[in-house]
């Protein structure tokens, strides 16, 4: 069965600082990986995704993702945090076979001091 | 509709009665997802609906969830005799059908039971 790990259940940065966020993925097949972020009371936003094209993956808000398969990880990063990048963010794989559906990190919230 | 729609987005219930959670997917999404996010966790699946059947039911705790989407489209999530653990967030998720596909999440429903 395919899981991600996500290393650290709170991050705090500085504004204006990098922003790394980490997650392992296990899978037998080549995956599909997912970065969401989900502000307070609201539902999940999806920032990024990699299909097996550019390793690489650019998101929205300026965030992008880096897939290395020799280390199992896709880990979120931003160069320069801003205040409104505080959420919660999950990194998901999705299954290829029967329902497809997306399996979820615990999450990593994010505070971002001034 | 642009977007993923659920209601209601709070409810409040009595343990023991009876509720149900709607879904209104984006028009032309045969896959539909309904999952479960309980405070500070990672949503978990329920069921996958693949057009106007339950293809996978298997995340649904137990007998007193049903899940329904008669004409592929509305879906509606139902819970007998609820019970204080089920207060969670209920988050409902179309998409496209293939794995490289995201999801669009609509903003979840908050159901508590006093």
């Known amino acids: 069965a395919q899981s991600v790990t996500q290393l650290g259940s709170h991050v705090s940065v500085s504004e204006g600082a990098l922003v790394l966020l980490r997650c392992n993925y296990s899978?037998?097949?080549?995956?599909?990986l997912f970065w969401y972020v989900q502000y307070p009371n609201q539902g999940l936003q999806l920032l990024l995704k990699?299909?097996?094209?550019?390793?690489l993956v650019k998101g929205i808000n300026g965030f992008e993702a880096e897939f290395k398969k020799s280390e199992t990880s896709f880990h979120l990063t931003k160069p320069s945090a801003h205040m409104s990048d505080a959420a919660e963010y999950f990194c998901a794989v999705r299954e290829i076979q029967g329902a497809q559906k997306l399996v979820f990190g615990q999450g990593t919230r994010l505070t971002i001091n001034p | 509709g642009a977007g993923v729609s659920q209601t209601p987005s709070n409810k409040v219930t009595e343990k023991g009665k009876y509720v149900e959670l709607r879904c209104d997917p984006i028009s032309g999404h045969t896959a539909l997802y309904w999952y479960r996010q309980s405070l500070g966790q990672g949503p978990e699946f329920l069921i996958y609906?693949?057009?106007?059947?339950?293809?996978?039911d298997s995340g649904l705790p137990n007998d007193r969830f049903f899940a329904v989407r008669p004409e592929g489209s509305v879906s509606t999530l139902k819970i007998q005799r609820t019970e204080r653990g089920d207060s969670a967030v209920y988050l409902c998720?179309?998409?496209?059908?293939?794995?490289?596909?995201?999801?669009?999440f609509g903003s979840g429903t908050r159901l508590t039971v006093v």
């Open positions: 899978s037998s097949v080549p995956p599909y």
């Open positions: 609906f693949q057009g106007t059947g339950a293809a996978d």
């Open positions: 998720a179309s998409s496209p059908t293939g794995p490289s596909y995201g999801y669009t």
């Open positions: 990699y299909t097996s094209a550019a390793t």
